[in-house]
């Protein structure tokens, strides 16, 4: 089996789980977990994402386990306190337990292990729970955000400050962060499923510390979330049908629609025509936001990025069946918060200004909220790949990029991970950040000397020519095997 996550620790697991006959579904599930646990700030456990299935012989589909608005039944006002962050070239945003809506990453990763997996749902949560419980090192992806963001939003909340400072230092890369109850926590979603987090005794008791601290998630909040299954967005290029996140998420259209007209270019290889196509979908993008995630709006989306309907981690997994599954989970920023007991560190996913372009005060309790992730399959006959990427805004050129570099150019899967990449920061007056080696010109570029962590992390598995592969983008610290 191919895969491929952020640390080697997760591929570690992979591996552990794929040694006592793991599907690519059980292999995902693991890495996904153990990825959310130990990239805090980065990423978290109580975070929501999407998983891509191509299983070989069926339709795709994606597992949509996003975050959701809170607020059902509650009456009062969120607490929440704006920060301004130097990361990224400047961040605002809202944290605090009025910043987290409904997670989905449990349920999500609860209901690919009953379709797809083979492993119990316990056994994982206790291989997960047995490498994370008694603590992980810091790594060096959450410690370049946390340089940024610590004192703002994680050294607040007795159990972030314990965790991930010594006194008022933050720790270093490699020292170890221990979140308390963090292991008895996910045994107990082990031993109960992931329902319990839902409708059962640990929701109740999440629900009532975060309440008495000014959250707005409500029993009835966790009690109606539900998984959604849908079937993903659909493009043949050359030989290959890639699939991605369809919507509400706003990920998949931007990613397949920049490919789709880079290949309807003179030059689908152009760095020009790769600069053209995705400020032309990042534009169509910014129209959609500005007018709310209507389905008219998704419609028109849709229409004019060529297609039919029909802070972050993302891991990789294929088999030698062909069976390929790729997940994307994000937290936001990180709320800094952590219900007493649980060890399990929140998303900000409320806090997210620039995902909610009307304002919080437009959001509807139980509306899933707007995401830019993508992860992706692709196959042509017995060929296939899962790939995804962090990122924000900058999944769609990372992906996008890679996808076209890989089904157009001949590159190796790795190769096409490592090709230089540009992304569109601004439309109107254009400006362009892209990494030295690329062929453009013009005013307004800022170039990067090296690969930079800035353009994502693309993490890919695939069966390609009857060969396992597996790539970790050189960008971020992560890791790639084949077992």
């Not at 400020?279 to 060529?306: K, Y």
């Not at 999944?395 to 230089?420: K, M, N, Q, Y």
Request: aromatic fraction near 6%; charged fraction near 15%; proline fraction near 5%.
């Amino acid at each position: 089996m191919a895969l491929a996550a952020p640390s080697r620790l997760a591929t570690f697991a992979g591996s552990e789980v794929v040694g006592v006959g793991g599907t690519a579904a059980d292999a995902a599930i693991a890495m996904a977990l153990i990825a959310m646990c130990t990239e805090p700030g980065v990423c978290a456990p109580g975070a929501g994402g999407y998983v891509t299935v191509d299983a070989g012989d069926g339709a795709p589909v994606v597992v949509d386990g996003y975050m959701a608005v809170p607020g059902m039944g509650f009456e009062g006002e969120p607490v929440s306190t704006r920060v301004s962050m130097a990361y990224g070239g400047g961040v605002i945003t809202d944290v605090g337990p009025g910043s987290i809506a409904v997670p989905g990453s449990f349920a999500a990763l609860g209901l690919v292990s009953q379709r797809y997996g083979k492993l119990p749902w316990k056994e994982l949560l206790y291989l997960v729970a047995d490498l994370v419980g008694r603590g992980f090192p810091l790594s060096q992806a959450c410690r370049t955000y946390l340089v940024d963001s610590g004192t703002l939003i994680f050294d607040k909340d007795p159990a972030t400050r314990s965790a991930l400072f010594d006194g008022d230092r933050l720790k270093e890369v490699g020292e170890l962060v221990v979140f308390e109850g963090m292991g008895d926590t996910l045994r107990q979603i082990g031993e109960e499923g992931s329902s319990t987090f839902y409708q059962g005794d640990l929701g109740a008791s999440i629900v009532a510390d975060l309440a008495a601290r000014g959250s707005s998630l409500t029993r009835k909040d966790l009690a109606s979330y539900r998984t959604e299954v849908r079937r993903p967005l659909e493009l043949m290029v050359s030989g290959w049908q890639i699939v991605s996140n369809p919507p509400p998420a706003i990920g998949g259209i931007a990613v397949l629609g920049a490919v789709q007209k880079m290949v309807e270019s003179a030059d689908p290889l152009d760095a020009e025509v790769w600069l053209s196509s995705m400020a032309e979908v990042l534009g169509h993008r910014d129209e959609f936001e500005t007018g709310g995630a209507t389905q008219a709006g998704i419609g028109e989306f849709l229409e004019r990025a060529g297609l039919r309907a029909p802070s972050t981690i993302t891991v990789s997994a294929v088999d030698g069946e062909g069976i390929a599954v790729a997940a994307t989970f994000s937290a936001g920023y990180g709320s800094g918060v952590v219900p007493a007991g649980t060890g399990l560190l929140m998303n900000n996913s409320i806090g997210e200004i620039e995902l909610i372009p009307g304002g919080a005060g437009s959001l509807v309790p139980g509306q899933r909220m707007m995401s830019n992730m993508a992860p992706t399959t692709a196959r042509s006959g017995d060929n296939v790949i899962s790939i995804g990427s962090p990122g924000a805004d900058r999944i769609t050129s990372a992906l996008a990029i890679t996808l076209v570099r890989f089904l157009c150019s001949g590159d190796t899967l790795s190769a096409a991970i490592e090709h230089p990449r540009l992304h569109p920061e601004s439309l109107e007056p254009l400006g362009i950040a892209a990494e030295i080696g690329l062929d453009l010109h013009g005013a307004g570029i800022r170039w990067y000397a090296e690969r930079h962590m800035y353009f994502g992390g693309v993490n890919a598995a695939g069966l390609v020519a009857g060969t396992l592969v597996a790539h970790a983008d050189s960008r971020r610290v992560g890791s790639a095997v084949v077992v």
